[in-house]
């Protein structure tokens, strides 16, 4: 068999969420819904923040990087995972395995930092509303989503890399519905001490402090809003926020459960089970989170159906 980056091993067997044969037509149904919900929720954010001027601010253009990585990262788990459910064995090569994991990493990654731009956004709006203009101007915005998509592409190659020094054996069969880092490290035949730590490390930067920006960032907007004396300018400012808290917790609450502890803690169902809220469920919920508590969005909604009617 030929070596794969030094791996005997050239293809890998995912064995999905259950191997149970009475779930596997009523769970490819439900995944299947779900991308698609998916998939049209954010397009349609897409297109209306695209169509509609009065969205051409700082938030939607946040909002707009954050839909379009929600999609690719579906895109790049749901449709292998729906395999699943449909055939006996679900093969996946060496190469598209890596692969799927570096898409994967990088779209993960890239949404920390993009969510945590996003606290800055409401931080600024709410605390310092006649800087807001001059703080948040489309160059300084271009430049914090380009950050945001530099850090996705530096921690996906460290970690890309570090599973590429690994040798796969004889076992191949990934106890996950898509190659992730820990079901990989599971597989491997050498030390996977340093892979260990260099997740813990990473993942640590990439999840506490996001995470610790954000705190910050709502712990002057709170202290903000509650020296507001008008009822209906405190009210605007906690709906303003609160999509973005229900996304962000769910989010780095997940994720944390996920990658920061050891290997051995816990199991990979446990595992399986807090990924499908960052690689399913979260993808599907932002843009109807974003949408049905937004006023601008469902007036570009009525404004581009009213034209395409007309």
């Known amino acids: 068999m030929a070596l794969a980056n030094g791996s ?28 698609m919900i998916t998939a049209l929720g954010n397009l349609a954010l897409i297109i209306l923040i695209v169509l509609n001027s009065h969205l051409h601010t700082p938030m939607y253009f946040f909002l707009f990087n954050l839909s379009v990585v929600d999609f690719c990262n579906s895109s790049v788990i749901i449709p292998k995972m729906l395999m699943n459910f449909i055939l006996k ?42 800087l807001y203009n001059i703080v948040m101007s489309p160059k300084v915005c271009y430049y914090l989503m380009l950050a945001s998509y530099l850090m996705g ?11 590429l020094r690994l040798t796969f054996c004889d076992r191949n069969t990934i ?12 597989l ?13 490390i990473l993942a640590g930067k990439d999840i506490i402090v996001p995470t610790a ?10 202290s903000s809003i509650f020296q507001m004396k008008s009822t209906e300018g405190m009210s605007k400012a906690f709906s303003t926020c609160s999509s973005h808290i229900i996304a962000v917790s769910l989010f780095f ?49 009525r404004k581009t159906l009213r034209k395409k009617i007309l």
């Open 8 to 35: 005997v091993v050239t293809e890998f067997i995912l064995l999905g969420l259950t191997d149970q044969p009475d779930l596997q037509v009523p769970l490819f149904l439900v995944f299947l819904v779900m991308y």
């Open 89 to 130: 064995k679900n093969f996946i090569s060496y190469v598209e395995c890596m692969t799927q994991f570096y898409l994967f990493a990088f779209c993960v990654i890239s949404e920390c930092f993009i969510l945590t731009t996003m606290a800055y956004d409401r931080y600024v709006a709410i605390c310092n509303p006649l």
């Open 153 to 163: 592409f530096s921690s996906a190659i460290i970690h890309t890399g570090c599973i």
């Open 175 to 186: 106890n996950h519905y898509f190659c992730d880092f820990l079901p990989l490290l599971q």
């Open 188 to 200: 491997s035949c050498t030390s996977t001490y340093v892979n260990e730590i260099e997740v813990l």
């Open 213 to 222: 920006v954000i705190f910050i960032s709502y712990g002057f907007i709170l």
């Open 253 to 301: 609450g997940s994720g944390a459960f996920t990658y920061l502890k050891p290997s051995s803690a816990g199991t990979m169902n446990n595992g399986k089970t807090y990924s499908i809220i960052y690689t399913i469920l979260i993808p599907m919920t932002n843009p109807l989170i974003y949408s049905l508590r937004n006023k601008d969005v469902k007036l570009a909604l």
